[in-house]
């Protein structure tokens, strides 16, 4: 399935968007010393700089976008809608809003575990799936994107206000919530990783009957598929993706709605396709976010969040410009 | 018995025309003054007993020349006046946040005088004055200097400028005290110095003309905020962890927010950026309140600092020896 | 044979008058209901907030005759802000059903398809000093005129049905609402605090300046509203019969989306991005109303209903502190809308 021209050009994307963002930073670091640490030479400083500061970026962006374009693409083909995505369907701002909780509760950004944010990924997705199942909106792409904008907005209301009564939680998650995958180490990598492998199973497991799906819930059920179980182990990866996605960077938007846009219109529709290109292209989206973010403030950085949204909104332009939306 | 008579209401005469004279001059001394502010002239009768203060700054020269408020705004970053001067002001009322002043709160409190901040608007302004004098100050807001010129203004407004003068020597003579004893442990370590506070993202650089900078400053020590907090940006910049070396000074001031200081240390630690910092190294990272070091200003909030600058010294110099 | 078509012709526009007459009567009803709403509100407004004037009190002082203090709490502060926040609601619902009308879609209001966040965005860029010193009244309105025409434009014509339009339109507001983000990322904290009002939509952050001009706005708009009220109502109609009945649907939409973005630029300016009014507003009065009208006075006074009660609300919930008018709209109206869009059966174009 992998049989689509485009498939080791987007790992040789990737590779180019991954070396950019080791050789280029914030800092004053000059090109030649970042090469020369990539050749397992360099001064102490610059091995710093590329190899605890800059390489568990790329790591974490590898995480990030690889689970935001794969659930971005899972949620698009279980609701038939291409502008379904984890953040503008209000996935990442249930995720948010569970983490803002805790926050409130006493957590702090720095120790919190990812298994808040996915319980609110997981409430959030719910919803959306619940909503798909009301007669009529589920065959209505745009109510139900702007049902799940309303729900966003109204989470991200009760976050202001959340910010308004506690100043210390304030703090915090004004820092966290436009986005950031800066600061983090292997550690907090390594917590979302049992989730990621799990989630990883599943995908595996329901990408055949889902493409079967695509075709019908009859033909699913005629080829021995159980939609109803194939349904819900989407949903669960989907949550479990978003979730790690955004303990690790914040909630994001317009990467699950990017990535897999780019790779249906390289690839096709198939959603083994799709996810296969997902693969690279997701982690290319956002490593060349993070780099843009470095780059464009120096010697501060910008938040992640408004570079994707920046960089997405107008592929949602796109989208509506060239296709006819309620069809994949 | 006339010359005496006449010596007697002569002498009466005298007495009494000292004694208007004296009247008059306190009256004009001390009872009526005109007070120069931000906007225009404004003229305070008597001492003043209901004071609305919608400044911290405003609070703590108030506190510290022996006036208790009757309502004060939130510090930033928290819910109530800052910690350093709760206890101080007892249960004042709350009228509003800094940027967000509750004027019905204010009428409220039937205040017989006003002391803003020199951000105060013209929109603002317009309507407080119309409740009471208000004293909006018009110095520089970053500068060393500004919270003794704003304590003599705001004495002087509350009919305490003896108090007032007082307070702001014995912050001097403090000053002095604890400038010898950086003097005497810095012992040869440079004397380059940061306030910051730390993000999971990376460091928020304080500026160098804060309050608490300025206070540094004026104890021998140079705060370098390394040209990253820009012109227009006085208040405080982030910082890219790349770009750490830049504030990697031998000492390092960490205002945290949380209640608990070493809790803060132990998250910031967990970064391996700030690992690498020289000050974190040698055990020179000191943790300050938040509220205190980057928002609070005024006489006590300076004995405060001073106070947390020689404890910072004691501790650290027997520390490293 | 031949005098029965006329004979119809003539009958029908006797029972069409008949039935205007009802709508009237109906809408009269409805809006003097509404007003008789709304002076109540107002007065609440003006008597409720961190101090509460007793109603003896409010009584002497609006017959001129208060005491110092209850004078100036109700005709200093209050009076302006319940002033601004009605203009506010008013000019909002009114941008609202005028823009619902003329896309054919309920959810077609300035808010959903980005105009409000777009005119935040220019607005603070000159509140939070980029070197722009451009009033942020007139650059709300750019602001809006731009994501207006953007969100057209790239939609295809004006008279293209709601989906693409308002797609195009969340595109917009996303875009606009990451650059606000990055001006106000970029700038010092307490400037950042000041422009936080134009983030969520806030009555504290007006400018009386730009108050005026709302008023001004309004007292433009409101009639040449209701002067498009007919040419509107047969825009509900069948395009062939719209232009049958002497109406280019084409200049009445321009009409319409201009006035729409007046108003909503000249709000923006006065209380920042208050989006879901001119959605809530509009529906409710809808439902007030007969069904086929265009219910423009009922919109504008339910939408100042809306804002006095919001705004009295955030007073009241955390006094002495506030909660920004536009998070509470935002949290009361947000589960209306979610209902209006997972509702069986329901249809979002009209």
Not at chain 1, 254 to 273: E, H, S
Request: proline share 5%; charged share 15%; net charge neutral.
């Amino acid at each position: 399935m992998k049989s689509t021209p485009y498939y080791w050009p987007a790992w040789i994307l990737l590779g180019l968007v991954g070396l950019t963002s080791l050789l280029f930073g914030a800092g004053t670091l000059e090109l030649r010393q970042a090469f020369a640490v990539l050749a397992g030479q360099g001064t102490e400083e610059a091995r710093f700089i590329v190899l605890e500061l800059r390489l568990p970026r790329l790591a974490i962006g590898l995480v990030t976008g690889l689970a935001l374009g794969v659930a971005g693409a899972l949620l698009q083909t279980l609701t038939r809608n291409p502008l379904a995505e984890p953040g503008l369907l209000g996935v990442s701002a249930g995720s948010a809003f569970a983490v803002s909780l805790a926050i409130l509760a006493g957590a702090s950004t720095a120790t919190l575990t990812t298994l808040v944010s996915q319980a609110g990924a997981l409430a959030g997705c719910g919803l959306v799936i619940l909503a798909t199942r009301i007669q009529g909106v589920g065959q209505d792409p745009v109510r139900l994107v702007l049902a799940g904008a309303t729900l966003s907005a109204l989470l991200m209301s009760l976050t202001s206000l959340i910010m308004l009564i506690d100043q210390r939680a304030a703090d915090e998650i004004r820092f966290w919530i436009t986005g950031s995958i800066a600061g983090k180490n292997w550690e907090q990598l390594t917590t979302t990783l049992p989730t990621l492998v799990i989630s990883g199973f599943i995908v595996i497991a329901v990408a055949k009957p889902l493409a079967s799906l695509a075709l019908g819930e009859r033909v699913a059920r005629g080829l021995g598929h159980r939609p109803g179980l194939v349904q819900l182990g989407v949903v669960i990866a989907v949550a479990l993706l978003t979730g790690s996605a955004t303990a690790l960077a914040g909630p994001l938007m317009f990467v699950g709605l990017v990535v897999p846009f780019v790779a249906r219109a390289l690839g096709g529709a198939d959603i083994r396709k799709t996810l296969w290109l997902c693969l690279p292209l997701g982690p290319a989206m956002i490593i060349a976010a993070d780099t843009l973010s470095r780059l464009l403030v120096a010697p501060s950085e910008m938040p992640l969040g408004v570079i994707t949204a920046l960089l997405g909104a107008p592929v949602l332009l796109v989208i509506i410009r060239t296709r006819r939306i309620p069809t994949l | 018995m006339r010359i005496l008579q006449t010596d007697f209401s002569f002498r009466h005469l005298l007495g009494s025309l000292a004694f208007m004279v004296a009247m008059t001059a306190s009256l004009a001394h001390a009872d009526t003054r005109e007070i120069a502010t931000a906007y225009g002239p404004v003229s305070i009768n008597g001492t003043p007993e209901r004071v609305v203060t919608l400044y911290e700054g405003a609070l703590d020269a108030a506190i510290a020349t022996g006036v208790k408020p009757v309502g004060a705004v939130i510090t930033r970053g928290g819910t109530g006046v800052a910690e350093y001067i709760q206890e101080k002001a007892g249960n004042v009322e709350i009228v509003g946040a800094p940027g967000e002043i509750n004027i019905e709160a204010v009428v409220g409190q039937n205040p017989d005088l006003i002391l803003a901040s020199s951000r105060l608007t013209e929109e603002q302004y317009a309507l407080l004055s119309r409740i009471a004098p208000t004293i909006v100050p018009d110095f520089p807001t970053l500068s060393p200097e500004t919270w003794k010129k704003e304590t003599r203004l705001f004495s002087l407004a509350l009919g305490r400028e003896e108090a007032g003068t007082n307070i702001i020597d014995t912050v001097e003579e403090r000053t002095l005290e604890v400038a010898a004893l950086v003097e005497k442990h810095l012992g040869d370590t440079s004397t380059n110095t940061a306030v910051i506070r730390w993000m999971p993202q990376g460091p928020v650089v304080m500026s160098e003309d804060l309050f608490s900078s300025g206070l540094l400053a004026a104890t021998g020590f140079e705060v370098n905020a390394a040209d990253i907090v820009k012109e227009g940006r006085p208040h405080s910049h982030p910082l890219s962890q790349e770009n750490l070396g830049m504030i990697d000074h031998p000492w390092i001031f960490l205002a945290t927010l949380n209640a608990d200081g070493d809790e803060a240390l132990a998250a910031a630690r967990k970064s391996h950026a700030f690992q690498r910092l020289q000050a974190n190294r040698n055990d020179r990272i000191i943790t300050v309140n938040g509220q205190l070091w980057s928002s609070a200003s005024g006489p006590l909030a300076a004995l405060q600092i001073l106070d947390d600058i020689a404890d910072a010294m004691k501790s650290r110099s027997s520390a490293t020896q | 044979m031949s005098t029965t078509p006329a004979r119809t012709y003539w009958h029908l526009q006797a029972q069409q008058r008949q039935f205007s007459l009802l709508i009237e009567k109906r809408a009269l009803i409805v809006n003097l209901l509404l007003a008789a709403l709304l002076v109540f509100c107002s007065l609440a407004s003006l008597a409720f907030g961190t101090l509460t004037i007793p109603l003896s009190g409010l009584m002497q002082t609006l017959l001129g005759n208060g005491s110092g203090m209850h004078d100036f709490v109700v005709t200093e502060l209050r009076w302006p802000r319940l002033l601004a926040g009605g203009l506010t609601g008013a000019a909002l619902a009114l941008a609202g059903c005028l823009m619902q009308t003329l896309a054919r879609n309920r959810l077609a209001t300035p808010g959903i398809i980005g105009i409000d966040n777009a005119a935040t965005a220019f607005a603070v860029a000159s509140v939070v000093g980029t070197g722009i010193s451009i009033a942020p009244p007139a650059m709300a309105l750019t602001g809006a005129a731009i994501a207006t025409a953007l969100a057209f434009g790239l939609s295809g014509a004006t008279g293209t049905r709601g989906y693409r339009f308002i797609i195009a339109g969340l595109a917009i507001g996303a875009i606009s609402g990451a650059i606000t983000q990055v001006m106000l990322s970029s700038v010092a904290l307490d400037d950042a605090n000041a422009a936080y009002p134009w983030t969520v939509g806030s009555l504290n952050a007006r400018t009386d300046g730009s108050v005026q001009a709302l008023a001004a706005g309004l007292a433009l708009g409101y009639p040449l509203a209701l002067a498009l009220k007919r040419a509107l109502v047969t825009l509900q109609l069948p395009e062939p019969v719209t232009i049958s009945l002497g109406i280019h649907p084409g200049r009445v939409r321009l009409a319409g989306l201009v006035l729409s973005i007046l108003l909503t630029g000249l709000a923006v300016a006065v209380a920042g991005p208050i989006g879901l009014v001119a959605l809530l507003a509009p529906e409710m009065a809808r439902t007030l109303s007969r069904p086929g009208t265009v219910p423009l006075t009922a919109a504008a006074l339910t939408g100042a209903i809306l804002m006095v009660i919001s705004d009295l609300a955030g007073r009241l919930i955390l006094a002495p502190l506030e909660i920004p008018v536009g998070i509470v709209t935002a949290l009361a109206g947000s589960p209306y809308l979610l209902w209006i869009l997972l509702r069986k059966s329901s249809d979002i174009n009209q």
